[in-house]
């Protein structure tokens, strides 16, 4: 009992220091701190009483397809049945903590980063927000109305379409959005900032959603916070890299900071003293990196990423820090005037490089749904096929955070569209103020990313005004009044934001277009070249006169019978069943009534293949057609090096399962065409073509050195008979395009049948086999493709097997198939050479049966048996 009245003050003392330290932040002069809200969501359609749980970030359509309240929409037609829910107003609502440390701090802000679209937003019955860009983040300083304990969030959005439409009623003429899948007169899409393509688009369903599409944050802080970074690199010379840093810092009061950066964890030797003033502050810092190791595009050497940490210090104690992610390069677009108009190129590193790439789609049409796994494969897919440049495409949104990452990982240069695709613009005032804060806000979101190459503009708003008939929609006085919110937007909102924010970057106006504003010529700026497709032009037409910038152009075909099967029963399986017609979105109904997709996959098909009966044949051969087309325009392309300096075809993903552009489909499964992707952009190919009564051989090298090699020539028939063979040593050139060997047809032998024989060209280094390709002397329709078999054997490997192939003979385009179709090959859609073996990775998590589960079609067999 002696120790008691020494035990009790230190017992009372220590709860004395407990209670301090429980009500004050711990963070009282360090760094903010971050809660996400993302729990206890739930949500209804404004007017009725009964909540539903929610997800957030999330859409009302989700939510609704998880609560049971609508039908899996990619079924079937059912998207059909799911169309009221753009005509409802939705309600959002969940309840958080907040601590009375938290209270204690200077600043507490909600971030939301993405509210679609017309939204207000309450916090304890208190309005803090009105929300009409899907597109702008917003913070809010909001600390007056939270109280300790649980708080109220609650969020309405108003239809999209309905706040449009009354926009659309208070003009006395009509604002065209081509691709919009509404009734003529009620296109509302141009009149609210939210993504386009959730309006339809043709090759994707009209789902026009609301919600909370990005994290909510609540975000509290003292003193002084990091507002913004921009980090640009000014230039790379004698084994130096000069970097500028500009630094928003915002500042509650005038006290002394110190600003100092950190390169990979070590101070960079350059650190500023500041007396801050009240509100925002700008700092410049000075870098310099000796030896720099460079950010270089995917073929041409290391993406590599320097970690920059930029760091605000008060009394010795961090305040804010800024983490990023930084790639040191220069890239340049340049438009040089030359004999044919001006060059299209980018420069990377001073290096011209040829772009080889694709332009890109959300992943899910209801696009918070969109997975870091999905964001894995998109990437990954792109990589894998030697592609060094993504196009985000301007009717969709500018795109995660994530998906940039994976770029700068690795080495993907994006052409990035501000988003505005096939349509007009409202000019009042507040949508034009509306437009200039989004530019802002996402050139500051973006501009760090060394994967950043372009701010274009819009997508073929240009060219709809020349060729679509939009100026005959309008009297004199409205043509002059669309046309001047036209230059408003693309040559002074939009530009003066990327030079203000991002100078290092280069602004385009519109794609396609040429220079001085002028639409697209082929002599100068890009094009999209659709002569094939909806010109009906063959594909023989992707040689002629060769753009400088193809940044579009595309071939349809179905997707496998594994996806199809995901959203038909069948009876649906035909291409002109309810659900196929309703699948397929491209009409063309301007060459006969009803013509659509379908139509024009079956006209092209009899241009050059057999047409199949057989459904699941039909759609093996659209595959082979798509990837005849790509393989022919790419080679095309990279032949006319350096007159065109970049392919970017139409389109890597889909949204939805369906039948398109696309050389993945939704369910990740590649078709034909993404392995002719992969082959025709690889590092080095040759590519034989037939131009008049020559045969010429090119060979195309993307390497900056050039090398000795020798070119073989093989003439063999059908049966693997060689019928002419030729060697010759050859310089390939670095960086170019170049004839490497030149023959007339009329001097190979078995010209009197001509569906009988190929060309094998092959490109050696030593004992190297550096590339290889194929020449037909006749469409696929006209071969005399012979009735063999395929012998296999089936061996496991590391991530799945080996499957190892010989015929006698040549069979063309053989496909390899596993059960559930979800297996990553090595290669398929081959050519197998009479008497050559070929090995093909199979990379799956399944036990495979060599008896059962292993399926092989060729275009032989549908020759021969079918």
Known sequence: MKNIPLLLPLFIMALIILSLITCTSPHQNGLPIITGISENWQFRQAGTDRWYTASVPGTVHADLLENGQIDEIFWRTNENNVQWVE??????????????????????????????????????????????????????????????????????????????????????????????????GRHTSV???????????????????????????????????????????????????HISAEVEIYSLNGDEYLLTVQIDGQPAGTSKHITARDGINKVNLDLR????????????GEPYLYDFSIILQKDGRITDRLDLGYGIRTVKLLQEPDETGHSFLFEVNGVPVFMKGANIIPSETLTPLVTDEMYQNLVENAVDANMNMLRVWGGAIYE????????????????????????????????????????????????????????????????????????DLYTPEQRDFMWR????????????????????????????????????????????????????????????????????????????????????????????????????RSDMSWLKPGF??????????????????????????????????????IESHRRSMPHCMGTLYWQLNDCWPTVSWSTVDYHNRWKASHYAVRKAFEEVIVSPVIEGDYINIYVISDRLEPFDAELTLTLMDFTGKILWSSAAKTTVNANTSSLAYSLTEASLPGGDRPGNRVLVTDLTAGDTMITTNLLYFAAPR?????????????????????????????????????????????????????????????????????????????????????
């Open 87 to 184: 005509d409802a107003d939705w309600e959002y609502r969940t309840v958080f903590q907040v601590d009375a440390g938290l209270l204690g701090m200077d600043v507490i802000e909600l971030e939301f980063l993405g509210l679609d679209t017309y939204a207000d937003v309450y916090l304890n019955g208190h309005h803090i927000l009105s929300s009409d860009n899907m597109f702008v983040g917003y913070r809010v300083n909001c600390g007056e109305y939270l109280s300790e304990g649980e708080n109220e969030l609650e969020i309405q959005f108003l239809s999209p379409v309905r706040e449009g439409m009354k926009k659309l009623e208070k003009l006395d003429y009509l604002i065209p959005a081509t691709n919009e899948q509404a009734p003529e």
């Open 191 to 241: 009149f609210t900032r939210k993504a386009p393509f959730h309006y339809g688009w043709d090759w994707g369903p009209r789902l026009v959603t609301s919600g909370i599409w990005r994290p909510v944050n609540l975000i509290a802080w003292n003193n002084a916070k990091i507002e913004d970074v921009y980090l640009q690199t000014l230039s790379i010379e004698n084994n130096m890299a």
């Open 289 to 300: 990196v000796d030896n720099p190791r460079l950010w270089w595009t995917n073929g041409l």
């Open 400 to 471: 995660e955070d994530y998906f940039y990452e994976l770029c700068d990982r690795n080495g993907l240069l994006v052409w990035q569209d501000f988003m505005f695709a096939c349509a007009l613009q409202p000019g009042d005032e507040v949508h034009l103020e509306n437009i200039r804060k989004e530019a802002e806000y996402n050139v500051r979101r973006l501009r760090n990313r060394p994967s950043i190459a372009l701010w274009c503009g819009n997508n073929e708003n240009l060219h709809g005004w020349h060729h679509w008939g939009w100026q």
């Open 485 to 584: 919110t036209y230059e408003r937007i693309f040559h002074e909102i939009l530009p003066e934001a990327v030079s203000q924010l991002d100078p290092a970057t280069a602004y385009w106006p519109s794609s396609p277009s040429s220079v001085g504003n002028t639409p697209a010529d082929r002599r100068s700026g890009d094009e999209h070249d659709w002569t094939v497709w909806f010109g009906q032009q063959p594909f023989s037409n992707y040689a002629n006169d060769a753009p400088r910038f193809v940044s579009e152009w595309g071939m349809q075909a179905f997707p496998g019978i594994h996806t199809i099967e995901s959203f038909s029963l069948p009876e649906d399986r035909d291409i002109d069943s309810e659900v196929m017609r309703h699948r397929q």
């Open 596 to 633: 659509d997709g379908n139509d024009m996959i079956r006209w092209y098909m009899e241009m050059y293949y057999r047409v199949p009966e057989d459904f699941s044949d039909f759609t093996y051969v659209s595959q082979l057609l798509q990837a005849k087309g790509y393989r022919t325009a």
């Open 782 to 866: 006209f071969l005399e493709l012979p009735s063999s078999d395929i012998w296999f054997t089936l061996n496991e490997a590391d991530d799945g097997y080996e499957i190892e192939l010989y015929s006698d003979n040549l069979e063309k385009n053989v496909f390899l198939d596993i059960p559930g179709g979800n297996s990553i090959f090595s290669d398929n859609f081959f050519d197998l050479l009479p008497g050559h073996g070929k090995t093909v990775r199979i990379r799956t998590k399944l036990t495979l049966d060599p008896e059962s589960d292993i399926k092989i079609l060729s275009l032989n067999e549908l020759h021969n048996n079918r």
